[in-house]
Nanobody, 112 residues
Framework: QVQLVESGGGLVQPGGSLRLSCAASANIFSIYAMGWYRQAPGGQRELVARIGRSGSRNYADSVKGRFTISTDNAKNTVYLQMNSLKPEDTTVYYC??????WGQGTQVTVSS
């Protein structure tokens, strides 16, 4: 069983930045692709960014050029650097490993 713990969410003004962190309970990045998802109330969970085992990255069109996913193998942590944040980025963000394991989510609110 893999445990994922997200942190780094919060309130930020439009145009600001946040960095989300997801700490895994084991060294899994060579086993599972890692992803960040978000889900608005009443909506479907959507992929925001994904990093494969080879390091390849994919992004939702809505965040390309603003968000960056990365990993730190020594810390078993995956990050989501979010820049130029917009109010429509407001929602709960979830970390995922291999489409199997989920974190508890962290709230991001973009508002003036």
């Amino acid at each position: 069983q893999v445990q994922l713990v997200e942190s780094g969410g919060g309130l930020v003004q439009p145009g600001g930045s946040l960095r989300l962190s997801c700490a895994a309970s084991a060294n899994i990045f060579s086993i599972y692709a890692m992803g960040w998802y978000r889900q608005a109330p009443g909506g479907q969970r959507e992929l925001v960014a994904r990093i494969g085992r080879s390091g390849s990255r994919n992004y939702a069109d809505s965040v390309k050029g603003r968000f960056t996913i990365s990993t730190d193998n020594a810390k078993n942590t995956v990050y989501l650097q979010m820049n130029s944040l917009k109010p429509e980025d407001t929602t709960v963000y979830y970390c995922n490993a291999g489409s199997l394991f989920w974190g508890q989510g962290t709230q991001v609110t973009v508002s003036s």
